[in-house]
């Protein structure tokens, strides 16, 4: 059973960045057979409908599209969201070998999460940083920034899923005139940065102060910085696009 998926954050009854996520999975879907087609205004206003019915209004969505009975599934689920504590102290990642087959493509694989969470589990890790080859790629449900010279270092587009979070992150550091590096990271590099921080729809930008054995400043400076320049971009965020 293959399904392609989207969790979209809701904060105060509002899909946060609903439309580039909808975009997304269009992109995801395009992939596989042409008769595969996504009904966009469809699934805007459904996430929409959840997002005003929920009691409390704060919660992520799951959409799925399953590929082989051509369906949608919508669900409320309850976000696994950082406390303020990790984000003070940051949190700790451990290296797993892996490679997406396809990474711009979001796809469930139930036996590969089972053996990430027994990983994470053995080393009480927050995430895990997939490797492959000696190069660094991404986490295992988010994206990796790593910030050397006050200056930020990631992967390449084509070498990691194209999070929503990551592209506002990308966007903030423009706004702030941060320069970006999206080149290989190798494993053996992890020494050489003094923070690193995730991208995600739960988590936002949080800090890391561990990976391996390498240690990292959980309030780097610049990490602060495009924090607030982040949150600025959620403050606004507002349903302004048509499909």
Known sequence: MIKIYEVIRVIDRQPIFLVEHLHRMQQSLAHYPAEHQLDLPYLKQQVETLARQHETG????????????????????????????????????????HQRHDPNVKVYDASLRDAMDEKKAQYQAFDLLYIHDGVTSEASKS?????????????????VLKGITRMKALESADDLGIVVHKRPIMVDELADFEGAFLSGTSLHLLPINRIDQHRYRPDHPVWQALNEQFDKKIVQEVDRQDL
């Open 143 to 159: 994206n990796i920034f790593f910030i050397k010279n006050n200056q930020l270092y990631t992967s390449p587009d084509e070498a």
């Open 58 to 97: 704060n919660f992520n969505v799951r959409i799925e599209y399953d590929l082989e009975q051509a369906s949608y599934g919508f669900y409320a689920v309850a976000g696994v969201y950082p406390t303020p504590e990790m984000y003070r102290d940051g949190v700790v990642l451990v290296t797993f070998p």
